[in-house]
């Protein structure tokens, strides 16, 4: 059973790559049924992206996917465990785990996107790298290096024939944006040559992937 209801009514497809910190950048893309950029911006605080989304006419007719924001305070590096005590986090009482150092994603911005998922909006959370392997640069290039986002830049032009988009390159948060709209608008469309299922939940809201 699909998981998007009225799929013939919507007709904008918005991706949204969210930094887990406000200083990380973040990103919105906007595209029509034919693939065509109706917008691409650049966002960086919760209250940017709620704006921007509050003051979307056509929430209703719109399928949103948001990726899912990396905790970038995790203890995921060398330095970052030798810059706090040796002491087994969460095993010491005077090591309060404060800022989730042991949480992978971030959870910045569930509260607000499971609100508007309770108005009715179709809003849903999708994986970045389950969209990059589709398009087969995921482990061929390092993540977010220059040629990894030039790899991805030139498939969704040459393949996929969005020549809006420059040929210079475009920020990295804005490509990640952009794979979210194109699941969207695949989706939507039944595209034929993928099959789209919930591959997960976070915070409550589906992870919608390939």
Same mark, same amino acid.
């Given at each position: 059973?699909?998981?998007?209801?009225?799929?013939?009514?919507?007709?904008?497809?918005?991706?949204?790559?969210?930094?887990?910190?406000?200083? #990380?950048? =973040?990103?919105?893309?906007? /595209?029509?049924?034919?693939?065509?950029?109706?917008?691409?911006?650049?966002?960086?605080?919760?209250?940017?992206?709620?704006?921007? /989304?509050?003051?979307? $006419?056509?929430?209703?007719?719109?399928?949103? /996917?948001? =990726?899912?924001?990396?905790?970038?305070?995790?203890?995921?590096?060398?330095?970052?465990?030798?810059?706090? #005590?040796?002491?087994?986090?969460?095993?010491?009482?005077?090591?309060?785990?404060?800022?989730?150092? #042991? &949480?992978?994603?971030?959870? &910045?911005?569930?509260?607000? *996107?499971?609100?508007?998922?309770?108005?009715?909006?179709?809003?849903?959370? *999708?994986?970045?790298?389950?969209?990059?392997?589709? *398009?087969?640069?995921? %482990?061929?290039?390092?993540? &977010? #290096?220059?040629?990894?986002?030039?790899?991805?830049?030139?498939?969704?032009?040459?393949? %996929?024939?969005?020549?809006?988009?420059?040929?210079?390159?475009?920020?990295? $948060?804005?490509?990640?944006?952009?794979?979210? $709209?194109? /699941?969207?608008?695949?989706?939507?469309?039944?595209?034929?040559?993928?099959? %789209?299922?919930?591959?997960?939940? %976070?915070?409550?809201?589906?992870?919608?992937?390939?």
């Amino acid at each position: 059973m699909d998981i998007i209801k009225d799929k013939e009514s919507k007709v904008s497809f918005i991706g949204l790559s969210l930094g887990g910190l406000s200083t #990380t950048e =973040s990103a919105v893309a906007v /595209l029509d049924k034919n693939l065509h950029v109706v917008l691409l911006d650049k966002l960086f605080s919760m209250n940017d992206v709620k704006y921007f /989304l509050d003051n979307w $006419a056509g929430k209703q007719n719109s399928l949103i /996917l948001v =990726s899912i924001p990396e905790n970038e305070v995790m203890l995921s590096t060398k330095w970052k465990y030798n810059s706090r #005590t040796y002491d087994l986090v969460n095993f010491d009482k005077k090591m309060i785990n404060r800022d989730n150092w #042991t &949480r992978r994603f971030s959870n &910045r911005g569930s509260e607000y *996107f499971k609100e508007l998922f309770e108005q009715g909006v179709d809003i849903y959370r *999708f994986d970045v790298d389950n969209m990059k392997k589709f *398009f087969g640069n995921c %482990y061929a290039y390092r993540e &977010r #290096t220059p040629i990894d986002c030039k790899s991805l830049q030139d498939t969704l032009r040459l393949k %996929y024939n969005m020549w809006e988009l420059p040929v210079n390159m475009l920020p990295v $948060a804005q490509l990640e944006a952009i794979l979210g $709209a194109f /699941l969207a608008q695949m989706i939507a469309t039944d595209n034929k040559e993928f099959e %789209y299922k919930r591959i997960g939940i %976070y915070e409550n809201l589906p992870i919608l992937g390939i």
